[in-house]
């Protein structure tokens, strides 16, 4: 399985579900980073289940034990292996997947990829649960980049079609970083909040599900990370990003949008910042020129779909007759899963920029 990201700092993902746990070797994270176990937690914290409407009623406390790289409160530069126990399962809530997969989940391509070797239960190692070894690896990752002054914030843009206040691209202020890094449902418009919570509460009582959008921007970002062609910024978050269950697009600055402008309009002209630095007036393309950052914020929009375990009746096909046939999806589900894939998306960003830090200058700071 394609479990591992990274060049310089590379993660390996592994566990199942309902496994005994899941977890994450780091190898090549750097030496002597301060290890805040209780900034670590309250990102883990982000991203588990609450009790609120858009979370599923599985509980996990995704406490983590760290068996190695970590020494008198600093990481070592040896590998960085932590665990995440599984206390919650309720396995017989997945019995009968092998005959019959689930609509828009990974059931019947795992099937035939593994040829019916695969963990069914709760989705295996394809299910939102590995999650959290990523948002503990990138909390590591977040420690590391303020070594740099390197900082992720993200928000909530859309849920269904109720869409939050966009970034300004060109200049997010420490006031807007306050204002979402405080919130459990970061969203920059709080009416637009009203009305994405009350759209995820319709789609939990009818048994239904809604997805949406997280737009995340890094900032702090030199220019001159990543490579054309196949290593650019873009590529590589790309990879990263898209291993996270449940995404289905990305953009970059503006994204779609920008194909229906003319060139006078999508072109970021350059221009002398109030720092005497070279920046752009605008930031059309996300930070990033030929695959190469240009010091201004990184800007992408990353689709989520909605959840794939719905409680309607749904069609399916019975891998042992070839006869199709009625579903319901048992369990316990999101009827959003946005709000926690903020961190996320957070976590797969830090991942991937530190990686590419350490690739372009190791990290000793100039």
Same mark, same amino acid.
């Given at each position: 399985?394609?479990?591992?990201?990274?060049?310089?700092? &590379?993660?390996?993902?592994?566990?199942?579900?309902?496994?005994?746990?899941?977890?994450?070797?780091?190898?090549?994270?750097?030496?002597?980073? !301060?290890?805040?176990?209780?900034? /670590? &937690?309250?990102?883990?914290?982000?991203?588990?289940?609450?009790?609120?409407?858009?979370?599923?009623?599985? &509980?996990?406390?995704?406490?983590?034990?760290?068996?190695?790289?970590?020494? *008198?409160?600093?990481?070592?530069?040896?590998?960085?292996?932590?665990?995440?126990? !599984?206390?919650?399962?309720?396995?017989?809530?997945?019995?009968?997947?092998?005959?019959?997969?689930?609509?828009?989940?990974?059931?019947?391509?795992?099937?035939?990829?593994?040829?019916?070797?695969?963990?069914?239960?709760?989705?295996?190692?394809?299910?939102?649960?590995?999650?959290?070894?990523?948002?503990?690896?990138?909390?590591?990752?977040?420690?590391?980049?303020?070594?740099?002054?390197?900082?992720?914030?993200?928000?909530?843009?859309?849920?269904?079609?109720?869409?939050?206040?966009?970034?300004?691209?060109?200049?997010?202020?420490?006031?807007?970083?306050?204002?979402?890094?405080?919130?459990?449902?970061?969203?920059?418009?709080?009416?637009?909040?009203?009305?994405?919570?009350?759209?995820?509460?319709?789609?939990?009582?009818?048994?239904?599900?809604?997805?949406?959008?997280?737009?995340?921007?890094?900032?702090?970002?030199?220019?001159?990370?990543?490579?054309?062609?196949? *290593?650019?910024?873009?590529?590589?978050?790309?990879?990263?990003?898209?291993?996270?269950?449940?995404?289905?697009?990305?953009?970059?600055?503006?994204?779609?949008?920008?194909?229906?402008?003319?060139?006078?309009?999508?072109?970021?002209?350059?221009?002398?910042?109030?720092?005497?630095?070279?920046?752009?007036?605008?930031?059309?393309?996300?930070?990033?020129?030929?695959?190469?950052?240009?010091?201004?914020?990184?800007?992408? &929009?990353?689709?989520?779909?909605?959840?794939?375990? /719905?409680?309607?009746?749904?069609?399916?096909?019975?891998?042992?007759?070839?006869?199709?046939?009625?579903?319901?999806?048992?369990?316990?589900? *999101?009827?959003?899963?946005?709000?926690?894939?903020?961190?996320?998306?957070?976590?797969?960003?830090?991942?991937?920029?530190?990686?590419?830090?350490?690739?372009?200058?190791?990290?000793?700071?100039?």
């Amino acid at each position: 399985m394609g479990s591992t990201f990274g060049t310089c700092c &590379k993660i390996s993902i592994f566990g199942e579900s309902h496994g005994n746990a899941i977890g994450v070797t780091i190898d090549g994270f750097p030496a002597g980073i !301060n290890f805040d176990e209780e900034f /670590i &937690k309250s990102e883990m914290a982000r991203r588990a289940p609450s009790s609120n409407v858009f979370s599923t009623s599985r &509980k996990e406390a995704d406490e983590f034990e760290v068996l190695s790289g970590v020494f *008198d409160g600093r990481t070592t530069g040896a590998p960085i292996t932590a665990i995440i126990r !599984n206390t919650n399962q309720h396995s017989s809530d997945y019995e009968g997947l092998r005959t019959n997969p689930r609509p828009s989940h990974a059931d019947f391509t795992a099937f035939i990829r593994y040829n019916n070797n695969h963990d069914v239960r709760g989705g295996g190692h394809f299910s939102g649960r590995l999650t959290a070894p990523l948002v503990f690896a990138g909390a590591l990752c977040k420690l590391a980049l303020e070594q740099y002054e390197i900082h992720i914030i993200s928000h909530i843009s859309s849920v269904g079609d109720i869409k939050d206040t966009p970034f300004d691209k060109v200049n997010i202020t420490p006031e807007t970083i306050d204002l979402l890094s405080e919130k459990a449902f970061p969203v920059m418009d709080e009416t637009a909040s009203e009305l994405m919570t009350a759209l995820i509460s319709k789609a939990r009582i009818s048994a239904d599900s809604v997805g949406g959008t997280i737009e995340c921007a890094v900032l702090g970002l030199p220019a001159g990370l990543g490579s054309p062609m196949f *290593d650019g910024v873009e590529s590589v978050l790309s990879q990263i990003i898209f291993g996270i269950p449940a995404v289905k697009g990305l953009e970059f600055g503006s994204g779609f949008s920008m194909s229906a402008m003319f060139g006078s309009q999508a072109n970021d002209e350059f221009c002398i910042n109030e720092d005497g630095d070279i920046a752009t007036r605008s930031n059309n393309n996300g930070g990033i020129l030929g695959g190469i950052t240009s010091g201004m914020p990184v800007i992408f &929009k990353t689709a989520i779909k909605p959840t794939a375990s /719905i409680g309607r009746p749904q069609k399916t096909v019975n891998l042992r007759t070839g006869t199709e046939t009625d579903i319901t999806v048992g369990g316990r589900h *999101d009827p959003c899963i946005v709000p926690r894939a903020v961190p996320v998306i957070e976590a797969a960003a830090a991942v991937a920029f530190l990686d590419m830090m350490l690739l372009k200058n190791g990290y000793n700071k100039e």
